[in-house]
């Protein structure tokens, strides 16, 4: 299909109904279950939770709603390790593939239920030699090896939490996520292979090591084999301390609401939020959402989520969801474009993929490269898609569905976020006739409305806030330490309502569109970077005085950032400047965070008040028209701004 068939396709307000080959074998095909949750939604989230996990208790009282702290499934216990893989092989499951591995480098690895079972012991019986116990935090900070949901599963199996730091993390981020949680202990590798180079992990845990009081111990995987210094006493090799493990391990019965992870983000300030996921409605959800949203049939699907294991999407779709629902997943160390731009469509071609989950700016990068590389392989595996993180494009939903799907396969667009755990807004693919570009509607169980600034709800048609009406099982605990920052954060602005910080809008027909975020923070690549995060950051820097930090619209990452710098006296505007900003900013939170474009002024534009109009210098940044610029105290300083920006056209990378 060329672009002009595409474009005259959206143009006519195409839907596409579940086709009639999938409808037949899906798991769910009409509106029932809908029905169903919305005459009780406790129960219905009950009934979840008995029919797909194993309880060693059950839960006397659903749901507790002291608003708005929930607690699910209250006085039942479980254990997340024995669910997701002790009662498969004990059902006979245990030479069913968990996880058909791949390295960057070609090497692979396949590991049954049954083998994923026995490492996970011997890490935990090694975990405990290490003076790991229930309660206590653990940070993991590795690649995208077998090991990093190893110890993610090690610890949910003696009941300590885990806070994962994605490894492109600088060792900043990583010291400042252990000292919040106060780890006793870090987990990582020497190295991470990244487009064939190796990303020294084992020296950012050292450096944030030096300013971790709380560490007692470092757990090192050995991945790239490059020499690394082992600090005596503190420092152990994975493969001195863990084979040697007994196999046998007890899977501690937890409480349901007992502390299974953090997971920091970013909020809109620079300090990231440590996210608190619990035990037993987090796994519900999460198991719920992956076999009816996936349509999953795990006799038969290889499933694929290509995300990192460091973001939320990799905690609940790469781990927690396959693995509770039995599932055999495709699981990759490297990226799309190496050694070349068809990795993907190899491995999918290789494993015979049937379900794929990827992110809107990874399709587009696909888009970019052209139809050939995935022409090249053999795709017809694939019967489900689905894509997470960002708004997608109609252009790029209907790219995918082409030239992926071979026009065969649904696409599942699915609304959530680190503090909803699980997928709250997306299609059924057996039920939803599907509108490329949009989310569709909330699940079964979930309330979801649009409200405007006062908090009343949206008529349909029309747009607002995007909020969430009543408590669900995988929601955030709270934010770690931080009780009064939950409230203000997400139940301080609408009386009652969860605020998700994103925009949205719905059709005559009611279908949910997400329109982006809202509030000051960015998404690249459908990763959440605070403005304020790398404000800071860049005034890190000995030369910067001030700096605002803005999302423009960027047609491969979906945003991109653009930072405005007023140097210090005695600087200069140049070229090797703007590189040394972007490397510092690197530096201090990660590759994520460079700076795209950096325009040096001199002068921001704000309000009266002293807040930076963030807003005006999007436009700038988009060479857009300026928008109401009469809350300034001073009009004219974006017209200087827009002028030298024109001007000077701000070196960008
Ligand atoms: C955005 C990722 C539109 C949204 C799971 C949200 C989306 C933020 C979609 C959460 C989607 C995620 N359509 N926007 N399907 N999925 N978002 O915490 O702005 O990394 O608030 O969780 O990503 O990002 P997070």
């Given at each position: ?6 474009e ?8 596409f ?22 005459r009780?939604?406790?129960g219905?989230?009950a009934?979840?939770a ?34 997701c ?27 049954t ?53 994605f ?12 000292n ?19 990303v020294?992990?084992k ?49 501690e ?5 007992q ?25 519900t959800?999460?198991?719920?959402t ?9 006799e ?16 609940s ?7 509770a ?5 495709v ?17 999918v ?7 794929l ?42 790219w ?13 667009d ?13 299609p ?67 009386d ?8 949205a809008?719905r ?10 975020r ?7 690549s459908?990763?959440?970077i ?19 930090v ?5 047609a ?13 006296a ?12 972007r ?12 700076p ?9 534009p ?12 999007r ?10 610029t ?19 056209q701000?070196a960008?990378?």
């Amino acid at each position: 299909m060329s672009d002009a068939t595409i474009e005259a396709l959206l143009a006519e307000g195409r839907t596409f109904p579940p086709p009639e080959h999938f409808k037949k074998q899906a798991l769910i095909v009409g509106s029932e279950i809908y029905e169903e949750a919305d005459r009780d939604a406790e129960g219905f989230w009950a009934r979840q939770a008995a029919d797909l996990l194993d309880w060693s208790e059950d839960w006397h009282t659903i749901l507790e709603w002291d608003l708005p702290f929930a607690k699910w499934f209250v006085g039942g216990k479980l254990n997340v390790a024995h669910n997701c893989l002790d009662r498969h092989v004990a059902a006979g499951r245990g030479d069913r593939v968990a996880y058909l591995w791949e390295g960057e480098p070609g090497d692979t690895r396949t590991i049954t239920y049954a083998e994923l079972l026995d490492e996970v012991c011997r890490a935990a019986n090694a975990l405990v030699s290490l003076g790991v116990r229930k309660g206590d935090r653990v940070n993991i900070y590795m690649g995208m090896v077998p090991e990093l949901p190893v110890a993610m599963l090690a610890c949910a199996r003696i009941g300590a939490a885990h806070s994962v730091v994605f490894g492109g993390f600088s060792s900043d981020a990583l010291r400042d996520r252990i000292n919040d949680a106060e780890a006793k202990l870090l987990i990582t590798a020497d190295g991470a292979w990244r487009r064939g180079q190796v990303v020294p992990l084992k020296q950012s845990a050292d450096e944030a090591m030096a300013q971790s009081p709380s560490i007692e111990h470092c757990l090192v995987l050995r991945r790239t084999g490059q020499d690394v210094p082992m600090e005596r006493g503190r420092d152990v090799w994975w493969h001195d301390v863990v084979p040697q493990q007994p196999t046998e391990a007890p899977a501690e019965p937890m409480d349901s609401e007992q502390l299974l992870y953090l997971l920091y983000t970013s909020g809109t300030t620079a300090k990231p939020k440590g996210i608190m996921h619990t035990t037993g409605g987090y796994l519900t959800q999460v198991a719920f959402t992956h076999k009816y949203v996936f349509d999953l049939h795990p006799e038969t699907d290889v499933y694929w989520c290509a995300a990192d294991v460091g973001w939320v999407t990799g905690h609940s779709y790469i781990v927690y969801g396959p693995l509770a629902n039995g599932a055999t997943s495709v699981m990759y160390e490297g990226t799309p474009d190496f050694p070349d731009k068809d990795r993907f469509w190899s491995i999918v071609e290789k494993y015979k993929v049937s379900i794929l989950y990827t992110a809107p700016t990874a399709i587009r990068t696909f888009m970019k490269w052209g139809p050939d590389y995935p022409r090249k392989h053999d795709l017809s595996s694939l019967r489900l898609l689905g894509t997470v993180g960002e708004p997608i494009n109609p252009e790029a939903w209907v790219w995918y569905w082409e030239h992926i799907g071979g026009e065969r396969c649904p696409v599942v667009d699915t609304w959530w976020q680190t503090e909803t755990g699980a997928i709250m807004i997306s299609p059924l693919p057996g039920a939803t006739t599907l509108k490329p570009g949009s989310a569709t509607f909330p699940l079964p169980g979930i309330g979801a409305d649009i409200v405007d600034d006062v908090g009343n709800s949206v008529p349909i048609p029309g747009g607002g806030n995007l909020v969430l009406t009543r408590p669900w099982p995988s929601m955030l605990r709270g934010i770690w330490g931080d009780p009064e920052r939950y409230r203000d954060t997400y139940w301080g602005r609408f009386d009652g309502k969860y605020f998700a910080g994103d925009g949205a809008k719905r059709d005559d027909e009611g279908y949910f569109w997400l329109l982006g975020r809202i509030d000051d923070v960015m998404n690249i690549s459908g990763h959440r970077i605070s403005t304020t995060e790398v404000e800071s950051a860049l005034v890190d820097h000995s030369a910067v005085a001030e700096a605002a930090v803005v999302g423009r619209a960027d047609a491969t990452t979906g945003q991109a950032i653009g930072a405005f710098v007023i140097l210090r006296a005695g600087f200069e505007p140049d070229d090797g400047l703007a590189g040394e900003l972007r490397d510092h900013v690197s530096k201090v939170i990660g590759p994520i965070a460079r700076p795209k474009t950096i325009l040096f002024t001199e002068e921001l534009p704000k309000t009266r008040s002293g807040k930076i109009m963030r807003r005006l210098l999007r436009n700038v940044a988009e060479d857009e028209v300026l928008g109401d610029t009469t809350t300034l105290a001073d009009p004219s300083v974006v017209d200087g701004i827009k002028a030298r920006y024109l001007a000077q056209q701000p070196a960008e990378e």
